[in-house]
């Protein structure tokens, strides 16, 4: 039983970093059609961001969370206002200048940073362990899965209960439509992409309790993303949700099964998802 509910709640930590990292890109590629392969990029320079404010300051670690989620949407803020506005329904052009992104902000974070891969940090409140029913369990993942599960019922609720939420659904369905009807579907479009660049900063800041900061994570997390993305679907945060948490889990009981295969799991997961339902599992027909 031990054996079930750590690594259930190792799946479920992984999970939430996983839905933190896709929600944001799930949503602009629904409403803004843009494939942003940046956005792994933008987590990355989140967490170099908030090393810098939490370890080398020595400052709040939630604080460094905040500030690490601004300089991603101002980086965000730079790369929309700057470039991606001019190249809307331009898919090939988007790809090349995100993926360009990424080298971009890769090489300034090595400029700045160096090579040197940064520990994992966190808050010292948050350091050791809580007994749960017996089993002693680390307290970052805990508030991992704390913060996922509060994001993503934040996100529910914006996007199905709020009037925002609703010229957003609007806007992935009819963008003609809701042009004509006088919403500025292109303000909406930028605080979107604002948001979820914030959230990947800020993301990027939390995943580093479980996995420190490093060069070449931006590659590896946009990947992550993508792969959440394809099996919860686009456009839907409870798509983004379903599919961090069965890759999360997956992962965590192949690791400790099947160590030689666990490289694959999630990709087995996606190549099935994709034969049985291409749309993903909660996925939006955009």
Not at 21 to 50: D, E, K, R, T
Not at 190 to 219: D, H, N
Not at 254 to 282: C, D, H, N, Q, W
Request: with cysteine; proline share 2%.
């Amino acid at each position: 039983m031990e054996f079930i509910i750590s690594n259930l709640l190792n799946g479920l930590s992984f999970g939430m970093v996983l839905f933190l990292i896709a929600a944001g890109l799930s949503i602009i590629i629904g409403i803004m059609g843009i494939i942003n392969l940046a956005h792994g990029a933008l987590y990355m320079l989140g967490a170099y961001v908030g090393w810098t404010i939490a370890v080398h300051n020595g400052l709040n670690f939630w604080l460094a969370v905040v500030v690490g989620g601004l300089a991603a949407g101002l980086a965000g803020l730079f790369i929309e206002r700057g470039f991606l506005r001019h190249l809307y329904k331009q898919m090939n052009e988007q790809v090349l200048l995100t993926f360009g992104f990424v080298y971009i902000i890769t090489n300034v974070c090595l400029w700045i940073w160096g090579g040197q891969a940064k520990v994992p940090f966190t808050d010292p409140a948050l350091s050791g362990s809580l007994n749960l029913a017996g089993l002693m369990y680390p307290k970052t993942r805990i508030v991992v899965i704390s913060i996922g599960l509060a994001l993503a019922v934040g996100l529910w609720w914006l996007q199905d209960k709020t009037r925002i939420g609703a010229m957003v659904r609007a806007g992935m369905d009819n963008k003609e439509m809701i042009m004509g009807l006088g919403i500025n579907l292109g303000r909406i479009s930028m605080f979107v992409f604002i948001f979820a660049a914030f959230i990947a900063g800020a993301a990027g800041v939390i995943g580093a309790q479980l996995w420190g900061v490093y060069s070449y994570m931006g590659l590896q997390t946009l990947l992550f993303a993508l792969i959440i993305i394809i099996v919860g679907g686009v456009g839907s945060i409870q798509g983004a949700l379903t599919g961090a948490l069965l890759i999360g889990v997956i992962d965590a009981f192949g690791k400790a099964l099947f160590p030689e295969l666990a490289m694959f799991t999630m990709y087995i997961v996606m190549v099935v998802i994709l034969i049985v339902r291409p749309s993903g599992l909660l996925g939006r027909k955009v």
